[in-house]
């Protein structure tokens, strides 16, 4: 019996989290990640930032909204199928929720000068937001000190924004160059 209720608090705290953070979170999926690495590795520490970082690039790669992919893979690491389930719920409902609400009074707040203020003011803290996810992504690649994951990084970037790569080839390309890389490493004894 007190396993099954160690279950439901696990599940209980892993749809209150996302749905939380869902909630609350406005500006897309890079604006939630920091704030489930806060969650999930500082405050509940579950899973180390090593993992999540794994764990965002796999959300990332994955089609679909990466907010969504990153609970989904949370919550299947934390408990299986069943988690992966409860946290989707949690992390959709309520853009769900605020979606069918915005969408049936658009037509009184599209003209609205004081919603047309708060949707810029807000561009302007989601891109903030966006710029700090990307300084901690980064300073965790360069913090590992493998020169060719910093290659790796400078490379996509710039093929991304100046040469117009599209990202698909991007992720596939650097997924395949990580994985020789740590087989190499793997091989020859490297980090142990």
């Known amino acids: 019996m007190a396993n099954q209720e ?3 608090r696990l599940f209980w705290l892993l749809f209150k989290s996302t749905f939380v953070l869902s909630a ?14 806060k969650k999930f590795v500082e405050q509940l520490k579950w899973i180390d930032s090593d993992e999540m970082l794994d764990l965002v690039a796999l959300g ?18 934390m408990a299986g199928l069943l988690g992966a389930l409860v946290t989707v719920f949690g992390t959709v409902t309520p853009p769900l929720i605020i979606i069918t609400a915005v969408s049936y009074f658009y037509m009184n707040f599209r003209e609205n000068p004081v919603v047309d203020a708060l949707m810029i003011g807000m561009q302007a803290g989601v891109a903030a937001v966006i710029v700090n996810v990307v300084i901690g992504m980064v300073s965790g690649v360069v913090k590992q ?3 060719v994951n910093i290659l790796l990084l400078l490379v996509a970037f710039i093929a991304s924004y100046f040469f117009d790569v599209h990202v698909v080839l ?8 990580g994985f020789i890389n740590l087989s190499y490493k793997a091989k020859m004894g490297v980090g142990k």
Request: charged residues 10%; positive net charge; aromatic residues 10%.
């Open 6 to 8: 160690k279950s439901v």
């Open 24 to 37: 609350f979170t406005f500006g897309g999926g890079y604006v939630i990640v920091p704030l489930m690495q």
């Open 60 to 77: 990332q790669s994955a089609p679909g909204a990466i907010a969504v992919n990153t609970s989904i893979l949370v919550g299947y690491r």
């Open 145 to 147: 000190r493998d020169i």
């Open 170 to 177: 991007i992720i596939f390309l650097a997924g395949l160059i």
